[in-house]
């Protein structure tokens, strides 16, 4: 795990703002504390996106690396952002529904895009949804004990207060199909449903807790994190796009600051040898470039659980 860490992390420029920001604080130099800080929050939260978004996920270090920026500088709204992210991940849904609510309060001046906002808006609105579903287990079984005692007058009164009684009522919540036209909540079933009743035009990307796969008629292939991000941007257009878009694309949502463009070049080498992809992609060779989009006549959809970060 060290060698890993090594290719990721220099921890020798980590070293130096550190101590340059002792140095600072020790002669109560106020501006380049700042400074200094600043440029090592924003390294830590590079480190943290970098564990957290590699076709390796390592949340732990990723965890580790953006507490070390939370403690610098607590409203950070990135950090707060991709912090919210691995506790959801975790199913920590309390603490997560938290650090979204801070990063969506946080510093203006770093504050989240536009795509950021909305997506922690959404996950905050699941992590409400996960938590009723527990307590609704709770509920129904402190209700059926033989050895619970209430009060049955008062609890008939709160009862009647409960929004939502039906733990099915909340799983329809949990799926999401994403499609060139926008986003709709599914259930469980649907999500199974949809990939049983595709037809010979539909290619779907289709995320569990388990595994990411490509579907496209009666075969299924596997896709690494990032592939799962460059196939959904590249599927979702009608358009060409070069990499140059989606590297644009990607920067705005969940993995900017992170992914270049040469790993984005390196994952469209390895999709080309994934049998599905040459079938529903066209790729349109100009000059020194090459772009691609959808095939013409296809038609997309992402099937996830709601708790995978879409692009």
Not at 33 to 44: A, D, F, M, N, W
């Amino acid at each position: 795990m060290i060698e890993e860490e090594k290719e990721f992390v220099p921890y020798h420029e980590e070293k130096a703002l550190r101590e340059k920001l002792n140095a600072a604080l020790k002669r109560g130099d106020q501006v380049d504390s700042k400074i200094y800080r600043e440029s090592l929050v924003s390294l830590y939260v590079l480190f943290g996106e970098s564990f957290k978004m590699s076709d390796r996920p390592d949340p732990n270090s990723a965890k580790r690396y953006l507490e070390k920026a939370l403690r610098l500088q607590s409203n950070h709204p990135i950090a707060n952002y991709r912090y919210a992210h691995i506790l959801y991940g975790s199913g920590k849904y309390i603490e997560s529904a938290c650090f979204f609510k801070r990063a969506l309060d946080g510093n203006r001046e770093q504050g989240l895009s536009d795509t950021q906002t909305l997506i922690a808006q959404i996950f905050t609105v699941n992590c409400g949804i996960l938590m009723a579903k527990d307590a609704i287990k709770e509920v129904n079984y402190l209700e059926s004990s033989k050895y619970a005692s209430f009060d049955s007058k008062i609890i008939a009164n709160y009862a009647d207060r409960m929004l939502v009684d039906s733990e099915e009522m909340l799983t329809q919540y949990l799926y999401i199909k994403v499609t060139s036209t926008g986003s709709e909540p599914i259930s469980e079933d649907f999500f199974y449903k949809e990939q049983e009743s595709k037809g010979d035009c539909d290619v779907l990307i289709c995320i569990t807790q388990q595994k990411r796969e490509l579907v496209y008629q009666d075969r299924r292939e596997p896709l690494t994190q990032t592939e799962f991000f460059v196939a959904h941007t590249v599927l979702m257009s009608n358009e060409f796009i070069q990499v140059k878009d989606i590297y644009e694309y990607l920067c705005n949502g969940p993995l900017g600051g992170v992914i270049k463009p040469e790993s984005i070049r390196k994952c469209l080498s390895r999709l080309v040898r994934n049998p599905i992809w040459n079938v529903v992609v066209e790729t349109n060779a100009r000059g020194n470039y090459s772009a691609r989009r959808r095939r013409v006549g296809l038609q997309y959809a992402l099937l996830c659980h709601s708790n995978v970060v879409v692009p």
